[in-house]
């Protein structure tokens, strides 16, 4: 079976809502029926046809072929199989994802990853803030899988993170690692001010020392690692970094003792 791929006809009017594309919700859905599925969050109210030129039909292989920044919840809830977008996609990007792969080929918009559960989301180019973060009025962001950034992030990403790893390559805004709860966050390239601060449990591990930490953390020394050493072999095998990010005695901070407390910043002395 081919892929089943939605090629962008033109730059949307207004944006689009395409949680309704996964093999999940559209499983049941007569094929020829696709392009009458409504995804404009306006008056407008555009379906899929008047957006997307639709081809193909394997379910659990589905291509976005042509970008935008208003493409919002790109592969939101999906539990596996695969979805690429070739260019930019807006906000909250793989959103809930339970399993699978997703792959944005450029840019993503604000809440990339939010609420992840399980997969793999990997974005070739730059994510707006909040990766990984929750929405208003939700008490914990990501919560398992993989987030690989390949470019920059904005700011406080992983913000409330629970579980799981997010990697960003070039750096990240301020805040990073903001109110975490527990996982890794991995920044190379430099983190912004902050990084950790009210993070309850955790580790952030840099390529640097940071510009600023919150002075309510403490630093721990140059302990001898199997965490650093384990967790640098997995990045590695994994296909994210190509060198060891900490060494076998990163310098540590504990913290943030404004809070819990039990919360830790690693980077290279």
Do not use: W
Not at 250 to 260: H, I, K, M, S, T
């Amino acid at each position: 079976m081919k892929a089943l791929t939605f090629t962008l006809v033109a730059e949307p009017p207004e944006r689009l809502d395409l949680s309704l594309l996964t093999a999940e919700r559209l499983a049941g859905i007569e094929r020829r029926d696709f392009e009458k599925i409504r995804i404009g969050m306006s008056k407008h109210g555009s379906k899929v046809g008047d957006i997307f030129r639709v081809a193909g039909n394997n379910l659990l292989d589905v291509v976005f072929e042509g970008g935008s920044a208003r493409l919002d919840r790109v592969a939101e809830g999906m539990r596996g199989g695969s979805v690429r977008v070739v260019g930019d996609a807006g906000a909250q990007a793989g959103r809930a994802m339970r399993g699978g792969t997703l792959t944005i080929e450029g840019n993503a918009g604000p809440h990339a990853g939010s609420g992840m559960r399980g997969g793999r989301l990997e974005i070739t180019g730059n994510a707006g803030d909040h990766l990984g973060g929750p929405l208003a009025g939700e008490l914990a962001g990501m919560n398992g899988g993989v987030l690989i950034v390949r470019g920059k992030a904005g700011a406080f990403a992983a913000d409330r993170m629970r579980r799981g790893l997010i990697a960003v390559l070039k750096g990240s805004g301020d805040h990073p690692g903001s109110r975490m709860i527990a996982g890794t966050l991995v920044v190379a390239g430099g983190a912004g001010e902050m990084p950790g601060y009210l993070m309850r449990r955790g580790s952030i591990l840099l390529d640097r020392a940071p510009k600023s930490l919150s002075p309510s953390f403490v630093e721990c020394g140059a302990p001898e690692s199997v965490f650093a050493a384990l967790i640098d072999r997995h990045l590695i095998a994994e296909g994210i970094l190509k060198r060891p990010l900490l060494g076998n005695a990163p310098q540590r901070y504990g913290g943030d003792n404004a809070v819990l407390g039990m919360g830790e910043v690693l980077f290279p002395r």
